[in-house]
């Protein structure tokens, strides 16, 4: 047998080429943590990501298509899908644009019932956040909480409008109908039952090891590549950004109501989460001082607008004009002046904006929503590679994306 050292010179002779250990893995587009159709192709170097690059337009409907296709009332309950944990959002975003294409002045009840509405669905949309950031990291006891108090502020929200997902409760000049009797005394009574669950929530996770093991330094999003990407709401806000648009652009009552910004300067999933859980206890502030101010207003929720507003049901019922004009508004709808109008408001996921371009048709000729969610969808190049793949649930979930507002 040869001696291993008089092997040597035949192995120099050998080119060894350098072996790429990088594989492209599917993340989706059928994963319970992408929370909808988003598909993620990630390539990675053994347990660590390189490149991701997101896939989106497996839920398109083509909703803006739609709505230059239907009158506005007919398409305000089609926005009910956009969002659909806090439908009511996006029907007042829509609302309000027209509003303000029309000059249509809301009354002030309107006003303050529309606040109360949205704020219970930004605690809607917080909870389920929540309950499903902390079920993909691997917390079950806090999705049971969380799902709790959800299940209170959807009784809230059937008793006044009658749905628990798409409401469709607000109306183009104002709301369908008043509060029902009793309903902001159940409403001040939940309050209280939230702050009690925000405090359990709190209790959970706030010094788990494991949750900061799992969201602490993980999915870090800078200032400037914040602002770069156009983040909002608790994205940009989590970042050092304290940029709320009910502070900064006041709509409805808001800028009557004492309440602070939650913002963090880490810009890691922890904290987007302590962003959500002081954002909650903000809504449950603003809440009471809703109820406070509803008792100090005239009984009126409708605008007196008729060209673009139906009357209420009792002129429907007992004067002809009203019940003709009505007639009119349901077969031909309204129509808005020429001219063209973008509207923002915060939603529970950051900046939802309608823009409406009218060229005096009851159907707009081009409509457009900026919905926060396609924007934090495509920050995931730049805030996924550098994780291991099982940062990436924790990561999709942090942003708080959904795909029904994503595809539209």
Request: include cysteine; charged fraction near 25%.
């Amino acid at each position: 047998m040869q001696h291993p050292t008089k092997l040597k010179p035949f192995f120099e002779n050998i080119e060894f080429q350098k072996i790429d250990s990088k594989m492209i893995l599917n993340f989706g587009p059928q994963h319970p943590a992408a929370h909808g159709q988003l598909k993620l192709v990630l390539e990675v170097d053994g347990e660590k990501i390189t490149k991701a690059m997101p896939g989106i337009g497996y839920m398109h409907r083509g909703v803006e298509k739609m709505a230059e296709n239907m009158i506005y009332n007919e398409f305000l309950p089609v926005t009910d899908r956009l969002d659909y944990t806090s439908a009511s959002m996006s029907n007042y975003a829509l609302c309000a644009a027209v509003e303000k294409l029309c000059d249509i002045k809301v009354p002030r009840r309107a006003q303050v019932i529309r606040t109360i509405i949205l704020e219970l669905n930004r605690l809607a949309g917080h909870l389920l956040f929540l309950a499903t950031h902390a079920l993909d990291i691997g917390a079950m006891t806090v999705f049971l909480y969380c799902f709790r108090e959800r299940e209170y502020v959807l009784d809230l929200i059937e008793k006044y409008c009658g749905a628990r997902l798409t409401h469709n409760s607000i109306k183009i000049g104002g709301v369908f109908v008043d509060l029902p009797e009793g309903w902001l005394c159940e409403l001040l009574g939940f309050c209280d039952k939230m702050l009690s669950g925000i405090k359990d929530y709190e209790d959970l996770l706030d010094t788990n090891r494991i949750w900061l093991m799992r969201t602490q330094d993980v999915g870090v999003v800078s200032k400037e590549t914040a602002l770069s990407w156009g983040c909002s709401g608790v994205m940009l806000r989590a970042s050092g950004v304290q940029w709320d648009l009910r502070k900064e652009e006041p709509y409805l009552i808001y800028d009557e109501l004492d309440f602070d910004v939650p913002y963090a300067s880490a810009g890691d999933c922890y904290a987007r989460y302590k962003c959500y859980v002081a954002e909650m206890k903000e809504s449950v502030k603003i809440l009471r001082q809703c109820a406070k101010l509803y008792y100090d207003t005239e009984p009126k929720i409708l605008a007196d607008a008729p060209e673009f507003v139906s009357a209420s049901k009792e002129q429907l019922m007992t004067q002809n004009y009203s019940l003709m004009q009505h007639f009119v508004l349901v077969t031909q709808g309204l129509k808005p002046p020429v001219g063209e109008v973008y509207l923002p408001t915060e939603a529970s996921k950051g900046e939802l904006g309608f823009y409406i371009y009218s060229t005096g048709e009851s159907r707009p000729y081009r409509l457009k929503i900026r919905a926060p969610s396609f924007w934090h969808c495509g920050i995931y190049e730049e805030m996924i590679p550098g994780h291991y793949i099982a940062d990436v649930s924790a990561i999709i979930c942090s942003s708080n994306i959904l795909l029904g507002e994503v595809d539209r």
